[in-house]
Nanobody, 121 residues
C-alpha cells in the first residue's frame, strides 16, 4: 500500500515536498513514479525513478522538480521548487514491480490515494 502526503497550499515560486510511503513493500525494489491530475484534465506523468536510480521527467517540470528515495524509511519524495499555478493538481505516487519507470499510468501496478497541491498566483 502506498500513502502520499505533503500536499498543501503554496504561493507561486514556493516549494513543497511530497512523500510516498510504502507499507508492506520495499520501495527500493520498484520503479516509482509521480503523476498529477488537474480538474477536468487527464492524469499526466510528472517524474519517475527506476530501481537502478535513473530518473525521467516531464518537460514541464524539468529543472524544478526532483525525485529521491530514502530506502531506510521506505519512502520516495517529490521535491517541487519554483511552483507555478499550473502545477495545481492532485498528485499520485505509483509503483511498478519490474523496477522500471514509465510515463504511462497503466504501466504501474500500485497507486497511492493522492494529495492535493494548490499553487496560488
Amino acid at each position: 500500500q502506498l500513502q502520499a502526503s505533503g500536499g498543501g497550499l503554496v504561493q507561486a515560486g514556493g516549494s513543497l515536498r511530497l512523500s510516498c510511503a510504502a507499507s508492506g513493500r520495499t520501495t527500493s525494489r520498484y520503479g516509482m513514479g509521480w503523476f498529477r491530475q488537474a480538474p477536468g484534465k487527464e492524469r499526466e506523468f510528472v517524474i519517475a525513478i527506476r530501481r537502478s536510480g535513473g530518473i525521467t521527467y516531464a518537460d514541464s517540470v524539468k529543472g524544478r522538480f526532483t525525485i529521491s528515495r530514502d530506502n531506510a524509511k521506505n519512502t520516495v519524495y517529490l521535491q517541487m521548487n519554483s511552483l507555478k499555478p499550473e502545477d495545481t493538481a492532485v498528485y499520485y505516487c505509483a509503483a511498478s514491480e519490474n523496477g522500471y519507470y514509465y510515463v504511462y499510468s497503466w504501466e504501474y501496478d500500485y497507486w497511492g490515494q493522492g494529495t492535493q497541491v494548490t499553487v496560488s498566483s
